[in-house]
């Protein structure tokens, strides 16, 4: 067989007229760039909407100092073309998910590879290639675990097939413009404990992004903010610990810059809140005029233990004071450059984050939490670890180049774990698995099923936290199947604008209606059955049939499996949880291949958590083991995303 280097002259041919779609140039895309452009590929296109902070600089190798501000596809297409001159790349500083980028757009590719960072992108990703019916290489990292997933319409599970746990890592402009859940608070507390007495970060910053790329999409107008966030000009910019430290740690002045001085600023960050209800700020001296009546105090809940209460504004300023004092006693104790180290089993630790947290719901019109709320969740947060994302880049072109093989029956899903198993094997590949018939995106009729209630749901709620958030649809069209096609929302702006703020009883719809919801850009069509109903839980405002919930689903097998916590929690992977929900990692023992489905990976990456189904007995007699009992332990890390 004549060979090119270490491929056959085919492979080498192929590879090198092949065209490839790379969407994300972060920590997996620098990596994964380099890798195609070494391995002969020679018609790249990459995209992405980031530009490059001094934070990304650990990690994304392709960046150098001087590059901050600017957009990464372009500075990773100049990077990577000094390893391969003659390699023809074109770079597009945008989001994938504009509508430019459609299905005929997908169809000028043999290959695609994902390395996102959200849920939302992949979704959609996800859905293009099925409509363009082109082979799609998922991936992702969180912290030292990764996975590798192949996907191809009609022969393996879609990325939508199993459903996924709750989004566990966030990136940074979500922190620190526009957090819309509770954890994303919680994170953002986290660093700001750091910021104020711990070891300062960059990827911790807490203060808002100028350089935030949904606010300003005109690429020249992010890198000017960008660049004016990382110059003095005539002001002297200071550290959060410094500015901090020049106030005497000053708990008012500290509650009036974190809770009214910068969302003031945000504010000024129109863009960001056209299509979100916008920040209110607080004010420490009107939070303490507040009486028991006032209509800005949130009612304390006085049922249940102290630390399931959750507290009032008032009652929350006042705590931020207490725990800010001490903190300042304890680090004045330690010395002059000492810092604090968070845990959550410190009682003014924790009260600095539950407090700081909800005074950050508050502001961002969310129901706050409690003490025992705040601790559950604020202890998972993962790092970014160059090396992982090395590894996890190596194998995408690995599976690629089976692909391009002609060979997709030997791809596999391939899980990157923390810790050897007893054959002393980090990579543990998988079977890959055949599409899932009752899934909601690649089955040949998607349907679903959602609980709500007819007389409250409003029609906006559907379009925007149903069919957007919940469906992953980026511009829904939406028409009652009643025998007229009744058209209740229109993807062509102000169209049926005016049904926005009507409930859905209104149109008729009622218990057993149902509706069809179609995104062009996706290619995408979606039935909705309509199950009305008046006891939902309180705050839930719908529901969808058969949905898995987040948390395990007990496990049968020969010898139970363990849950075991990844590493530490500081970064911002994906999830909201409970004490009992916390990410779990199930390891694969055996150099056999069990399907995809039966391994448990916690990470928000390629293919996140997937359970078994009960009563599946597809690997009873794989073996399970967990991590030694330190690395559960090791819960205090926070979310950063690659």
């Known amino acids: 067989m004549a060979l090119v280097g270490s491929l056959h002259k085919e492979l080498a041919e192929t590879i090198s007229v092949c065209r490839v779609l790379v969407v994300g140039a972060g920590g997996i895309g620098c990596e994964l760039l380099k890798n195609l452009v070494l391995t002969g590929f020679s018609n790249i296109e990459v995209i992405d909407l980031d530009i490059i902070d001094v934070s990304n600089l650990n990690r994304q190798f392709l960046f150098q100092k001087k590059h901050v501000g600017k957009s990464k596809a372009q500075v990773a297409k100049e990077s990577v073309l000094q390893f391969c001159p003659k390699a023809n790349i074109t770079a597009y500083h945008d989001s994938v998910m504009n509508p430019d980028y459609n299905v005929e757009f997908f169809r000028n590719f043999m290959l695609v590879m994902n390395a996102l960072d959200n849920r939302a992108a992949r979704n959609h990703v996800n859905r293009m290639c099925l409509a363009a019916d082109i082979p799609l290489i998922e991936s992702g990292t969180a912290g030292y675990l990764g996975q590798v997933a192949v996907i191809k319409k009609g022969v393996t599970e879609c990325y939508e097939c199993q459903p996924k746990p709750t989004q566990k890592t966030f990136p940074g402009c979500t922190i620190r413009n526009t957090p819309s859940e509770p954890i994303h608070c ?95 700020p607080l004010d420490w001296n009107e939070v303490q005029k507040l009486e028991e009546s006032s209509d800005l105090q949130v009612e304390s809940s006085t049922a249940g233990l102290k630390d399931q209460q959750v507290l009032d504004i008032k009652s929350c300023s006042q705590l931020f004071a207490r725990s800010v004092e001490t903190l300042r006693a304890q680090l004045c104790e330690k ?5 604090l180290v968070w845990d959550k089993d410190d009682p003014p630790a924790m009260d600095f984050v539950t407090s700081a947290s909800n005074l950050r719901m508050h502001i961002f019109s969310m129901n706050m939490k409690s003490r025992f709320d705040v601790k559950s969740m604020a202890g998972n947060i993962i790092p970014a670890i160059a090396t992982t994302n090395a590894v996890i880049a190596g194998l995408i072109v690995l599976e690629g180049l089976k692909i391009l093989s002609g060979n997709i029956e030997q791809c596999k899903t391939i899980f990157l774990n923390k810790q050897p198993n007893p054959r002393k094997k980090l990579l543990v590949p998988c079977a890959l698995d055949p599409p899932n018939a009752n899934c909601y995106v690649c089955a040949s009729r998607p349907e679903v099923t959602v609980k709500l209630n007819v007389h409250q749901t409003l029609v906006l709620s559907l379009q925007d936290k149903i069919l957007k958030e919940k469906f992953g649809m980026v511009a829904p069209d939406v028409q009652i199947e009643d025998g007229k096609g009744t058209i209740l929302i229109s993807s062509e702006e102000g169209e049926t604008q005016g049904n926005n703020s009507k409930c859905l009883s209104e149109f008729g719809i009622r218990h057993g209606s149902q509706l069809q919801a179609d995104d062009f850009l996706q290619d995408y ?25 987040d948390k395990p689903i007990e496990k049968t097998t020969e010898e139970p499996a363990k849950s075991i916590t990844n590493g530490s929690d500081d970064g911002a992977q994906p999830s909201t949880s409970k004490a009992q929900d916390q990410d779990d990692v199930l390891i694969v023992d055996s150099d056999e291949e069990p399907s995809s489905s039966s391994t448990d990976v916690n990470m928000e990456g390629p293919n996140p958590k997937r359970k078994l189904e009960e009563g599946d007995e597809s690997v009873p007699t ?20 690659d």
Request: glycine share 6%.
């Open 186 to 280: 919680i994170v953002w507390a986290k660093y700001l404990y750091n910021q104020l007495f711990g070891e300062e970060d960059a990827d911790q910053e807490v203060s808002p992004d100028t350089a935030d790329p949904e606010a300003a999409w005109e690429p020249a107008e992010t890198a000017a903010r960008a660049g004016a966030s990382n110059e003095d000009g005539d002001i002297k910019r200071v550290s959060t610990k410094t500015w901090a430290k020049s106030t005497g740690y000053d708990p008012v002045k500290l509650f009036n810059k974190l809770f009214n001085d910068d969302i003031k600023y945000l504010l000024t960050m129109d863009k960001l809140w056209k299509k979100r209800k916008a920040p209110v």
């Open 335 to 339: 010395g002059d450059g000492a810092e």
């Open 622 to 641: 794989k073996r399970m083991r967990t991590d030694p009992p330190a690395a559960q332990e090791e819960d205090d890390d926070i979310i950063a995303l």
């Open 525 to 549: 069509t979606l039935l909705v059955n309509v199950l009305h109903c008046e006891d939902l839980g309180k705050d839930v405002e719908f529901e969808v049939v058969g949905d898995t919930p």
